[in-house]
């Protein structure tokens, strides 16, 4: 059974979960915030999707401006620090949450003291579903093969490798290939892509040659950054591969387009 917080059930009968969106889940694919809501809700959460929301300021902390990175740390944790539970379906987000906004605001010890319990509270998805609540739901059958993307920030700070997998494994049938260089970056790495375009697509290269020695026929992964650079270059390959989010798996939201594709037939 999942472990469950004793905070939170002594506060409510239900604990109250806010969803960090993240930028890209927001403007680029809106389902997969959809999904992670369907997901805590089949595992017993009240979730609340706060309307004032914005950027988690990792762009401008990689860029080093920290002026602003500090003022969107601020105005996430004055936002979100009300809740039992914030739960992002993003390593990278949580990552910049958990590892980051103390560092930023540790020379202001009233700030640095709310940064702290916040990042406490927080977890990426899979993580959460995982560790503290565990969707009650009958995980339907997902017929195409499957090969998971460790994300970097969700690897390396967070620790999130088996968690997706556990997950997955619930799936009815799933077959689920491992890469050999699963753990390798995709290329993506935020700016990265954009500063040093030549050198990150050939890492993306690398990275869409080991999936295809799976001969998995869908890329699943926890961060829409790296999904969206694999879908990309796969696209421009001619390589007939779905990529996805984890969250559309386990949620049974697969209806939509993949990653990078049109609508479907007959769909919106």
């Known amino acids: 059974m999942a472990k469950k917080s004793q905070t939170a059930e002594t506060k409510h009968a239900k604990p109250h979960v806010a969803v960090f969106a993240t ?3 927001d403007l680029q694919r809106p389902g997969i915030g959809f999904a992670a809501v369907k ?3 089949a595992a017993g959460c009240r979730v609340s999707v706060p309307e004032n929301q914005t950027c988690c300021g990792q762009p401008a902390y990689n860029s080093g401006d920290k002026t602003t990175a500090v003022d969107l740390a601020k105005q996430m944790i004055a936002e979100f ?5 914030v739960v992002v379906p ?3 987000c949580g990552g910049m949450v958990k590892h980051h906004y103390p560092k930023l605001l540790a020379d202001n010890p009233h700030w640095f003291e709310r ?3 916040l ?4 977890f990426e998805l899979t993580q959460f579903l995982c560790e503290k609540y565990e969707p009650d739901i009958a995980f339907k059958k997902y017929s195409k093969s499957v090969t998971y993307h460790d994300s970097c920030a969700g690897l390396r700070e967070l620790g999130i490798k088996q968690q997706p997998r556990q997950l997955l494994n619930k799936i009815n049938k799933i077959n689920l290939i ?6 390798t970056c995709c290329g993506f790495g935020g700016l990265f892509c954009v500063k040093y375009p030549e050198i990150s697509t050939k890492m993306t290269d690398a990275k869409i040659d080991d999936i295809v ?3 998995a026929e869908t890329v699943i992964g926890g961060d829409l950054g790296c999904l969206m650079t694999i879908a990309g270059r796969l696209k421009r390959r001619g390589l007939d591969i779905e990529v996805r989010h984890i969250a559309e798996l386990l949620a049974d939201m697969t209806d939509q387009a993949a990653i990078a594709e049109g609508p479907k037939a007959g769909g919106g």
Request: glycine content about 10%; hydrophobic content about 25%.
């Open 178 to 183: 491992e890469g050999e260089e699963a753990e």
């Open 23 to 25: 930028c890209l889940v």
């Open 213 to 215: 020695k799976t001969g």
């Open 39 to 41: 997901l805590l809700e």
């Open 90 to 92: 993003s390593g990278s």
């Open 81 to 85: 620090e009300q809740y039992d539970y």
């Open 119 to 122: 990042e406490n509270k927080t």
């Open 115 to 117: 940064a702290t319990a």
